[in-house]
Protein backbone atom coordinates (compact mmCIF):
# COMPACT_ATOMS: atom_id res chain seq x y z
CA UNK A 1 0.00 0.00 0.00
CA UNK A 2 0.91 3.76 -0.38
CA UNK A 3 1.58 6.67 1.47
CA UNK A 4 -1.36 8.79 2.90
CA UNK A 5 -2.93 11.72 0.76
CA UNK A 6 -4.48 14.36 2.37
CA UNK A 7 -8.50 14.40 1.93
CA UNK A 8 -9.17 16.66 -1.19
CA UNK A 9 -11.81 19.23 -1.07
CA UNK A 10 -14.53 17.97 -3.65
CA UNK A 11 -17.87 19.23 -4.70
CA UNK A 12 -19.81 15.83 -3.48
CA UNK A 13 -18.84 14.06 -0.50
CA UNK A 14 -20.35 10.59 -2.76
CA UNK A 15 -21.69 10.16 -6.49
CA UNK A 16 -24.22 6.54 -6.95
CA UNK A 17 -22.58 5.89 -10.25
CA UNK A 18 -25.81 3.51 -12.47
CA UNK A 19 -28.63 5.13 -10.66
CA UNK A 20 -30.73 4.54 -13.10
CA UNK A 21 -30.07 0.90 -12.80
CA UNK A 22 -32.24 -1.16 -9.96
CA UNK A 23 -29.80 -1.42 -7.28
CA UNK A 24 -28.36 2.16 -8.09
CA UNK A 25 -31.94 2.99 -7.16
CA UNK A 26 -32.64 1.57 -3.95
CA UNK A 27 -28.91 2.88 -2.94
CA UNK A 28 -30.54 6.55 -3.37
CA UNK A 29 -33.49 5.87 -1.85
CA UNK A 30 -31.27 4.69 1.11
CA UNK A 31 -29.49 7.89 1.07
CA UNK A 32 -32.29 9.75 0.97
CA UNK A 33 -34.32 7.84 3.27
CA UNK A 34 -31.42 7.80 5.68
CA UNK A 35 -29.75 11.29 5.16
CA UNK A 36 -32.27 13.42 2.77
CA UNK A 37 -31.05 15.51 0.04
CA UNK A 38 -29.46 18.41 0.88
CA UNK A 39 -28.19 17.28 4.53
CA UNK A 40 -24.72 17.09 5.85
CA UNK A 41 -24.09 14.08 2.44
CA UNK A 42 -23.81 16.22 -0.46
CA UNK A 43 -24.39 13.37 -2.50
CA UNK A 44 -25.66 12.84 -6.59
CA UNK A 45 -26.75 10.44 -8.81
CA UNK A 46 -24.79 9.51 -12.39
CA UNK A 47 -25.74 7.23 -15.48
CA UNK A 48 -25.44 7.17 -18.88
CA UNK A 49 -28.91 9.81 -19.09
CA UNK A 50 -30.14 12.45 -17.57
CA UNK A 51 -33.46 12.17 -18.29
CA UNK A 52 -33.73 8.50 -16.74
CA UNK A 53 -31.59 9.74 -13.99
CA UNK A 54 -34.91 12.57 -13.29
CA UNK A 55 -37.36 9.57 -13.40
CA UNK A 56 -35.37 7.47 -10.97
CA UNK A 57 -35.43 11.16 -8.78
CA UNK A 58 -39.38 11.80 -9.05
CA UNK A 59 -39.66 7.90 -8.36
CA UNK A 60 -37.85 8.29 -5.36
CA UNK A 61 -39.50 11.29 -3.85
CA UNK A 62 -36.12 13.08 -4.14
CA UNK A 63 -36.08 17.10 -4.55
CA UNK A 64 -35.18 18.82 -8.09
CA UNK A 65 -32.12 19.82 -6.92
CA UNK A 66 -30.44 17.04 -6.24
CA UNK A 67 -27.56 16.88 -8.77
CA UNK A 68 -27.58 14.56 -11.91
CA UNK A 69 -24.47 13.80 -13.68
CA UNK A 70 -24.20 12.11 -16.92
CA UNK A 71 -21.35 9.69 -17.19
CA UNK A 72 -20.82 6.85 -19.17
CA UNK A 73 -18.67 3.77 -18.83
CA UNK A 74 -17.67 4.24 -22.43
CA UNK A 75 -16.59 7.72 -22.40
CA UNK A 76 -13.09 7.86 -20.29
CA UNK A 77 -14.17 11.95 -20.48
CA UNK A 78 -16.96 11.75 -18.60
CA UNK A 79 -15.48 9.34 -16.47
CA UNK A 80 -12.34 11.41 -15.61
CA UNK A 81 -14.64 14.90 -14.90
CA UNK A 82 -17.03 12.57 -12.54
CA UNK A 83 -13.88 11.38 -10.52
CA UNK A 84 -12.28 14.53 -10.00
CA UNK A 85 -16.03 16.14 -8.59
CA UNK A 86 -16.05 13.36 -5.73
CA UNK A 87 -15.00 12.17 -2.81
CA UNK A 88 -16.11 8.92 -3.02
CA UNK A 89 -18.28 6.83 -5.91
CA UNK A 90 -20.51 4.25 -5.75
CA UNK A 91 -20.35 1.85 -8.29
CA UNK A 92 -23.33 0.02 -9.32
CA UNK A 93 -22.80 -0.57 -13.30
CA UNK A 94 -21.71 -4.21 -14.16
CA UNK A 95 -20.72 -6.64 -15.14
CA UNK A 96 -17.49 -4.81 -14.11
CA UNK A 97 -15.34 -7.19 -15.79
CA UNK A 98 -17.43 -4.94 -19.00
CA UNK A 99 -18.07 -1.58 -17.69
CA UNK A 100 -16.01 -1.14 -14.85
CA UNK A 101 -12.47 -0.64 -15.59
CA UNK A 102 -12.40 3.01 -17.27
CA UNK A 103 -13.72 3.70 -13.50
CA UNK A 104 -11.47 2.12 -11.62
CA UNK A 105 -8.82 3.93 -13.42
CA UNK A 106 -10.54 7.62 -13.42
CA UNK A 107 -10.52 6.97 -9.63
CA UNK A 108 -7.17 5.45 -9.42
CA UNK A 109 -5.73 8.84 -11.29
CA UNK A 110 -8.22 11.10 -9.74
CA UNK A 111 -7.27 10.19 -5.95
CA UNK A 112 -11.09 9.54 -5.66
CA UNK A 113 -12.04 6.88 -3.52
CA UNK A 114 -14.05 3.97 -4.74
CA UNK A 115 -16.94 1.13 -3.10
CA UNK A 116 -18.45 -1.59 -6.00
CA UNK A 117 -20.58 -4.63 -5.73
CA UNK A 118 -17.81 -6.50 -7.92
CA UNK A 119 -17.74 -10.16 -6.98
CA UNK A 120 -15.67 -11.25 -10.15
CA UNK A 121 -11.96 -12.24 -8.89
CA UNK A 122 -10.19 -12.27 -11.63
CA UNK A 123 -11.29 -8.85 -12.78
CA UNK A 124 -10.53 -7.95 -9.35
CA UNK A 125 -6.91 -9.53 -9.16
CA UNK A 126 -6.47 -7.96 -12.91
CA UNK A 127 -7.82 -4.13 -11.55
CA UNK A 128 -4.88 -4.53 -8.32
CA UNK A 129 -2.19 -5.47 -10.58
CA UNK A 130 -2.49 -3.05 -13.24
CA UNK A 131 -3.48 0.14 -11.29
CA UNK A 132 -2.34 -0.44 -7.42
CA UNK A 133 0.53 1.75 -7.85
CA UNK A 134 -1.24 4.51 -9.55
CA UNK A 135 -4.07 4.41 -6.11
CA UNK A 136 -1.10 3.99 -4.14
CA UNK A 137 0.48 7.46 -5.58
CA UNK A 138 -2.66 9.10 -5.78
CA UNK A 139 -4.31 8.16 -2.30
CA UNK A 140 -7.50 6.86 -3.63
CA UNK A 141 -8.39 3.85 -1.82
CA UNK A 142 -10.75 1.18 -4.06
CA UNK A 143 -12.93 -1.35 -1.98
CA UNK A 144 -14.43 -4.25 -4.01
CA UNK A 145 -17.31 -6.41 -2.86
CA UNK A 146 -19.22 -3.66 -0.80
CA UNK A 147 -22.53 -5.90 -0.78
CA UNK A 148 -23.64 -9.28 0.16
CA UNK A 149 -20.37 -10.56 -1.02
CA UNK A 150 -18.80 -9.93 0.62
CA UNK A 151 -19.24 -8.02 3.68
CA UNK A 152 -21.23 -9.85 5.85
CA UNK A 153 -18.58 -12.78 5.17
CA UNK A 154 -15.42 -10.28 5.74
CA UNK A 155 -16.08 -8.01 8.54
CA UNK A 156 -17.86 -11.38 10.19
CA UNK A 157 -14.44 -13.18 10.44
CA UNK A 158 -12.75 -9.45 11.51
CA UNK A 159 -15.53 -9.48 14.19
CA UNK A 160 -14.98 -13.07 15.36
CA UNK A 161 -11.25 -12.63 15.19
CA UNK A 162 -11.58 -9.45 16.99
CA UNK A 163 -13.20 -11.40 19.79
CA UNK A 164 -11.00 -14.31 20.18
CA UNK A 165 -7.55 -11.78 20.60
CA UNK A 166 -9.93 -9.84 23.39
CA UNK A 167 -11.21 -13.42 25.05
CA UNK A 168 -8.23 -15.90 24.45
CA UNK A 169 -5.04 -13.46 23.56
CA UNK A 170 -4.81 -15.34 20.25
CA UNK A 171 -6.58 -15.65 17.15
CA UNK A 172 -9.06 -18.35 15.50
CA UNK A 173 -6.95 -20.27 12.92
CA UNK A 174 -9.50 -22.56 11.92
CA UNK A 175 -13.06 -20.68 10.90
CA UNK A 176 -16.23 -21.85 9.36
CA UNK A 177 -18.79 -19.81 7.95
CA UNK A 178 -22.21 -21.46 7.75
CA UNK A 179 -25.44 -19.80 6.19
CA UNK A 180 -27.85 -20.84 8.68
CA UNK A 181 -30.65 -19.63 6.73
CA UNK A 182 -31.44 -17.21 3.82
CA UNK A 183 -34.48 -15.70 2.14
CA UNK A 184 -34.20 -13.73 -1.03
CA UNK A 185 -32.93 -13.85 -4.61
CA UNK A 186 -29.13 -13.00 -5.49
CA UNK A 187 -29.53 -10.00 -7.97
CA UNK A 188 -29.21 -9.89 -11.71
CA UNK A 189 -26.17 -8.27 -11.76
CA UNK A 190 -24.69 -10.90 -9.46
CA UNK A 191 -25.82 -13.76 -12.21
CA UNK A 192 -24.76 -11.50 -15.60
CA UNK A 193 -21.64 -11.30 -13.46
CA UNK A 194 -21.43 -15.27 -12.93
CA UNK A 195 -22.13 -15.74 -16.82
CA UNK A 196 -19.73 -13.34 -17.92
CA UNK A 197 -16.96 -14.67 -15.51
CA UNK A 198 -17.58 -18.32 -17.47
CA UNK A 199 -17.73 -16.77 -20.46
CA UNK A 200 -14.26 -15.16 -19.98
CA UNK A 201 -13.09 -18.69 -18.38
CA UNK A 202 -13.91 -20.93 -21.51
CA UNK A 203 -11.21 -18.48 -23.35
CA UNK A 204 -8.99 -18.39 -20.35
CA UNK A 205 -7.36 -21.20 -19.37
CA UNK A 206 -5.69 -19.10 -16.90
CA UNK A 207 -8.70 -17.39 -15.78
CA UNK A 208 -9.91 -20.92 -14.62
CA UNK A 209 -7.06 -21.08 -12.51
CA UNK A 210 -7.53 -17.42 -10.67
CA UNK A 211 -11.02 -18.99 -10.23
CA UNK A 212 -10.14 -22.06 -8.35
CA UNK A 213 -7.34 -20.41 -6.12
CA UNK A 214 -8.44 -19.81 -2.56
CA UNK A 215 -4.98 -17.13 -2.48
CA UNK A 216 -6.03 -15.25 -6.24
CA UNK A 217 -6.01 -11.64 -3.92
CA UNK A 218 -3.29 -12.44 -2.20
CA UNK A 219 -0.16 -11.49 -4.09
CA UNK A 220 3.15 -13.16 -3.45
CA UNK A 221 1.31 -15.38 -0.69
CA UNK A 222 -0.15 -18.53 -0.79
CA UNK A 223 -1.24 -20.03 2.56
CA UNK A 224 -2.31 -23.57 4.41
CA UNK A 225 -4.22 -26.14 2.19
CA UNK A 226 -7.83 -25.23 2.11
CA UNK A 227 -11.37 -27.20 2.15
CA UNK A 228 -12.74 -27.43 -1.47
CA UNK A 229 -16.02 -26.38 -0.33
CA UNK A 230 -17.54 -29.16 -2.94
CA UNK A 231 -18.04 -31.79 -0.76
CA UNK A 232 -21.21 -32.76 1.26
CA UNK A 233 -20.59 -33.83 5.10
CA UNK A 234 -22.27 -33.91 8.46
CA UNK A 235 -20.43 -30.92 10.13
CA UNK A 236 -20.10 -31.55 13.91
CA UNK A 237 -19.04 -28.32 14.89
CA UNK A 238 -22.13 -27.27 13.25
CA UNK A 239 -24.43 -29.69 14.21
CA UNK A 240 -25.49 -29.97 10.46
CA UNK A 241 -24.96 -31.24 7.46
CA UNK A 242 -23.74 -28.63 5.02
CA UNK A 243 -23.77 -28.50 1.14
CA UNK A 244 -21.84 -25.84 -0.98
CA UNK A 245 -22.64 -22.26 -0.91
CA UNK A 246 -22.54 -20.87 -4.60
CA UNK A 247 -20.83 -17.21 -3.66
CA UNK A 248 -18.06 -19.01 -1.31
CA UNK A 249 -15.90 -18.75 -4.36
CA UNK A 250 -15.88 -15.33 -3.74
CA UNK A 251 -15.95 -14.50 -0.34
CA UNK A 252 -13.01 -16.86 1.15
CA UNK A 253 -11.14 -14.55 -1.63
CA UNK A 254 -11.78 -11.23 0.05
CA UNK A 255 -11.26 -13.13 3.80
CA UNK A 256 -7.85 -14.49 2.99
CA UNK A 257 -7.06 -10.57 1.13
CA UNK A 258 -8.34 -9.50 4.36
CA UNK A 259 -5.80 -11.46 6.20
CA UNK A 260 -3.15 -10.45 4.42
CA UNK A 261 -3.99 -6.30 4.29
CA UNK A 262 -3.94 -6.82 8.06
CA UNK A 263 -0.52 -8.19 8.30
CA UNK A 264 -1.46 -12.11 8.50
CA UNK A 265 -3.61 -10.68 11.44
CA UNK A 266 -5.56 -14.33 11.88
CA UNK A 267 -2.51 -16.24 11.16
CA UNK A 268 -0.38 -17.31 7.98
CA UNK A 269 -2.38 -20.84 8.53
CA UNK A 270 -5.41 -19.40 8.68
CA UNK A 271 -8.30 -21.42 7.22
CA UNK A 272 -11.38 -20.44 6.16
CA UNK A 273 -14.78 -22.58 4.03
CA UNK A 274 -18.22 -21.24 3.91
CA UNK A 275 -20.73 -24.03 3.26
CA UNK A 276 -24.87 -23.92 3.27
CA UNK A 277 -26.32 -25.78 6.63
CA UNK A 278 -29.26 -27.88 5.79
CA UNK A 279 -30.24 -29.64 9.46
CA UNK A 280 -29.52 -32.66 10.93
CA UNK A 281 -30.30 -36.29 10.83
CA UNK A 282 -31.34 -37.86 7.46
CA UNK A 283 -33.39 -35.32 5.85
CA UNK A 284 -30.38 -32.68 6.49
CA UNK A 285 -28.30 -35.42 4.60
CA UNK A 286 -31.07 -35.91 1.73
CA UNK A 287 -31.43 -31.99 1.77
CA UNK A 288 -27.72 -31.49 1.23
CA UNK A 289 -27.41 -33.75 -1.36
CA UNK A 290 -30.12 -32.94 -2.85
CA UNK A 291 -28.87 -29.04 -3.11
CA UNK A 292 -25.27 -30.51 -4.20
CA UNK A 293 -27.01 -32.06 -6.93
CA UNK A 294 -28.79 -29.11 -7.90
CA UNK A 295 -25.80 -26.50 -7.77
CA UNK A 296 -23.86 -29.25 -9.86
CA UNK A 297 -26.86 -29.36 -12.77
CA UNK A 298 -26.94 -25.48 -12.84
CA UNK A 299 -23.10 -25.41 -13.39
CA UNK A 300 -22.77 -27.00 -15.98
CA UNK A 301 -25.68 -25.74 -17.81
CA UNK A 302 -24.20 -22.58 -16.87
CA UNK A 303 -20.97 -23.85 -18.36
CA UNK A 304 -22.96 -24.52 -21.64
CA UNK A 305 -23.14 -21.70 -24.22
CA UNK A 306 -26.38 -22.18 -25.81
CA UNK A 307 -27.75 -22.11 -22.14
CA UNK A 308 -25.70 -18.99 -20.53
CA UNK A 309 -27.74 -16.82 -23.58
CA UNK A 310 -30.73 -18.50 -22.75
CA UNK A 311 -30.20 -17.59 -19.24
CA UNK A 312 -29.72 -13.94 -20.50
CA UNK A 313 -33.09 -13.44 -21.86
CA UNK A 314 -34.71 -14.35 -18.43
CA UNK A 315 -32.32 -11.92 -16.45
CA UNK A 316 -33.66 -8.78 -14.45
CA UNK A 317 -33.36 -6.05 -17.34
CA UNK A 318 -32.47 -2.84 -16.28
CA UNK A 319 -33.94 -0.99 -13.46
CA UNK A 320 -36.03 -4.48 -12.81
CA UNK A 321 -36.26 -6.01 -9.90
CA UNK A 322 -38.30 -7.47 -6.65
CA UNK A 323 -41.19 -5.60 -5.15
CA UNK A 324 -40.73 -4.02 -2.04
CA UNK A 325 -42.71 -6.21 0.11
CA UNK A 326 -40.16 -9.02 -1.26
CA UNK A 327 -37.36 -7.42 -0.23
CA UNK A 328 -38.66 -6.83 3.07
CA UNK A 329 -39.77 -10.51 3.36
CA UNK A 330 -35.88 -11.27 2.70
CA UNK A 331 -33.39 -11.58 5.39
CA UNK A 332 -29.88 -14.09 6.01
CA UNK A 333 -28.22 -15.57 9.14
CA UNK A 334 -24.75 -16.47 9.12
CA UNK A 335 -23.03 -18.56 11.63
CA UNK A 336 -19.39 -18.17 11.83
CA UNK A 337 -17.24 -20.84 13.64
CA UNK A 338 -14.03 -20.04 14.76
CA UNK A 339 -11.19 -22.57 16.94
CA UNK A 340 -8.13 -21.51 18.59
CA UNK A 341 -4.95 -23.43 18.33
CA UNK A 342 -5.24 -23.44 22.35
CA UNK A 343 -8.40 -25.32 21.76
CA UNK A 344 -11.26 -21.86 22.51
CA UNK A 345 -14.13 -22.06 20.18
CA UNK A 346 -16.00 -19.00 19.23
CA UNK A 347 -19.59 -18.75 17.20
CA UNK A 348 -20.56 -15.41 15.66
CA UNK A 349 -23.99 -14.67 13.80
CA UNK A 350 -24.15 -11.67 11.07
CA UNK A 351 -27.85 -11.55 10.40
CA UNK A 352 -29.39 -8.93 7.86
CA UNK A 353 -32.67 -7.52 7.71
CA UNK A 354 -33.68 -7.79 4.09
CA UNK A 355 -33.21 -9.80 0.82
CA UNK A 356 -29.49 -10.46 0.80
CA UNK A 357 -29.29 -9.47 -2.96
CA UNK A 358 -31.29 -6.03 -3.27
CA UNK A 359 -32.46 -4.76 0.12
CA UNK A 360 -29.07 -5.46 2.19
CA UNK A 361 -26.89 -5.24 -0.13
CA UNK A 362 -28.33 -1.35 -1.51
CA UNK A 363 -27.99 -0.23 2.17
CA UNK A 364 -24.26 -2.29 2.70
CA UNK A 365 -23.02 -0.50 -0.07
CA UNK A 366 -24.19 2.90 0.47
CA UNK A 367 -23.05 2.74 4.67
CA UNK A 368 -20.07 1.57 3.22
CA UNK A 369 -18.95 4.70 1.00
CA UNK A 370 -20.23 6.90 3.90
CA UNK A 371 -17.59 5.39 6.31
CA UNK A 372 -14.70 5.27 3.92
CA UNK A 373 -15.28 9.09 3.18
CA UNK A 374 -15.68 10.40 6.85
CA UNK A 375 -15.00 8.16 9.12
CA UNK A 376 -11.26 6.53 7.56
CA UNK A 377 -8.76 8.67 7.81
CA UNK A 378 -6.06 8.92 4.80
CA UNK A 379 -3.48 8.57 7.64
CA UNK A 380 -4.74 5.26 8.79
CA UNK A 381 -5.60 3.69 5.61
CA UNK A 382 -3.23 5.14 2.37
CA UNK A 383 -4.21 4.48 -1.37
CA UNK A 384 -4.59 1.12 -2.63
CA UNK A 385 -6.95 -1.63 -3.02
CA UNK A 386 -8.77 -2.47 0.28
CA UNK A 387 -11.27 -5.06 1.60
CA UNK A 388 -14.07 -3.92 3.64
CA UNK A 389 -12.52 -5.59 6.64
CA UNK A 390 -9.20 -4.09 6.14
CA UNK A 391 -9.86 -0.55 4.90
CA UNK A 392 -13.05 -0.25 7.69
CA UNK A 393 -13.36 -2.98 10.17
CA UNK A 394 -14.98 -1.67 13.28
CA UNK A 395 -15.66 1.83 12.13
CA UNK A 396 -18.17 -0.20 9.33
CA UNK A 397 -19.55 -2.55 12.06
CA UNK A 398 -20.66 0.28 13.80
CA UNK A 399 -22.12 2.20 11.42
CA UNK A 400 -23.82 -1.45 9.52
CA UNK A 401 -25.68 -1.94 12.65
CA UNK A 402 -26.78 1.37 13.34
CA UNK A 403 -27.69 2.27 9.83
CA UNK A 404 -28.27 -0.75 7.73
CA UNK A 405 -29.74 -3.33 9.52
CA UNK A 406 -27.13 -5.68 10.14
CA UNK A 407 -25.86 -7.44 13.21
CA UNK A 408 -23.06 -8.76 14.37
CA UNK A 409 -23.34 -11.06 17.82
CA UNK A 410 -21.32 -13.35 19.51
CA UNK A 411 -23.46 -16.00 20.81
CA UNK A 412 -20.77 -18.05 22.82
CA UNK A 413 -17.71 -16.54 24.94
Not at 50 to 72: C, H, Q
Not at 343 to 356: E, I
Request: hydrophobic fraction near 40%; glycine fraction near 12%.
Amino acid sequence: MATAKPALLRTYDLIVYGASGFTGRLVAEHLLGTYGATGDIRWAMAGRSTGKLAEVRDRIGAPSSLPLIAADAGDPASLKTMAESATVIVSTVGPYQLYGEGLVAACAAAGTDYVDLCGEPAWMAAMIRKYGDAAGASGARLVFSCGFDSIPFDLGVFFLEQQARTRFGEPARRVRGRVRKMKGTFSGGTAASLLATVDAAARDPAMRKTLSDPFALTPGFAGADQPSGNEVFEDIAAGSWVAPFMMAMINTKAVHRSNQLLNYAYGRDFVYDEMMMTGSGPAGEKRAKALARREAVQNALIGFAPTRALIRRFLPKPGQGPSKAARDAGFYDILLIGETSGGHSLRVAVKGDKDPGYGSTSKMIAESAICLAREVSHEAVGGGFWTPASAMGEQLIGRLQAKAGVTFTLENG
